[in-house]
């Protein structure tokens, strides 16, 4: 049996906490919130329910294996989370990737020429990410980890030819090859996922959106709870509130951690949070670190961050459902100018499109009886005005009131009456996920999705070590791109390494 010190009770942080404590090792979680989940979390605020960070995830197949094998899976209400496009031109919930081309070809009938070849590229791209049905090679070992990496084996040649071809090639560069810059055709491409993310990827997203995205009925927060629930179970020990200020380290290992003044002693040491402050904050001898290393993980850009406005709306979700059409929208409205790198752009808000996401309308318990919950979401240049600020409250109220009501006024376009329907409001920024998770810049996933700001040298592995021995990466920052998936990935890969 190891004594395993986990930092951080985000989705990999609970998944590698049970399965090593399932395994039989004492195992003691640290989170510095009062509630264990991280971006997999939620909230109540007068009788209404909201996430406070993930809505969805994908790769089901290696979530559900996970739940499986940690032995909680019929305890979790997973539900399918139909997605809404809407604009001007197009209105839709497509519920495969053909049912989106059909809507996009029906919405711009004159830009067919221009969608053929694009759509024929794209084509080329199907299968690249694996089968979806099938959970990642990572969950496995020994002889089935064999077995499960044999198809990605034998689709190797396509996926080298792709790579070379598309592999450094942004979404925006992509769009630029087909239609006019700024055009809405060029958005709608460029920016598909994250913004400038791979446009090797950009099948596989549209893809993953029509058929392998889902929720939690219960909310994120039921399932954060059911995790730590079992947790403590299976024996091991959560501590709610407990800020990891020190990570220790003898002889270039990792040893422990300090707490409150306390210091606890383990054999491995397990960061399930954010890489950056792992190394550049937490780590008591720095000298561990190359550095090369150091300047490369200060200097490396993260994935953007989300300005969340929550509703607590005096409207049957009846009502709400009537205009939303599905949980989930898409409000695809930019308008010229919109540019998601120029931090100084002070309306930006006004410009940009919104995500729309009724708790309430997956389950009615989300919100009090004859009353519904909205939550309204953009993706914010990085830092924007002067980090929301500069620190200067006053000027952090003020901006964020003129982001929320702009938000607001952009969704009235698709649900009349919102406005005077809210009976409670309030936002969140990049600072507030930030002071919630730890996350750098309120980093929404890991690090960037750019290929050309790659801070790993192949961006589809794990990458669980470090330069200290018995210190692993157990979050979603162990994968260039993380989400869940990588959360996932890393936490059984850590799982691997301790006998």
Partial sequence: MKNVIIIGSGIGGLIAGNLLAKKGHKVTMFEAHSMPGGYTAGFYRKGYYFESGTLSF???ASVFKAMKDIGVMEKIDFVKLRKRFVSE??????????????????GFPADKEKLDPAFSELDKMDGLMGNVDEPMPFLYSGLRMV???LPYVLSAPKLMKLAKQYGNMTTSEFAARYFEKDSKLFKLFGEIGYPDMP????????STIFTDLWTVKGGMQSWADILAENFRKLGGDLK?????????SKNGSAV?????NTVYNGDYVISAGDYKKTFLRL???KSLIPQALQDNIAGAEVSEGFFTVYLGLNMPNEELGKYMKAPHVFAFGEKPGCDIYDSQDGEFFQKTSVLLHSPSMLNTKHAPEGKSSLMLQAMVPYRWMNNWGGGDKEAYRELKEKAMDAMIESSSSLIPGLEESIEYKDAATPLTYERFTQNTDGASCSWSWNPKKKFYKNPMGVNIETPVKNLYIGSCWAMQNGGVPGALAAAYQCVKKIK
């Fill in 256 to 260: 422990g951690v300090s707490c409150k």
């Fill in 147 to 149: 077995k499960s990496i």
């Fill in 283 to 285: 780590l008591d001898d």
């Fill in 240 to 248: 709610l509130n407990s800020y990891v200020d020190k990570i220790i």
């Fill in 199 to 206: 446009a090797m990827l950009l099948e596989a997203t549209l």
């Fill in 58 to 60: 994908e790769a089901s």
């Fill in 89 to 106: 031109d197009f209105d839709g919930t497509p519920e495969a990737y053909d049912e989106y081309k059909k809507m996009l070809y029906s």
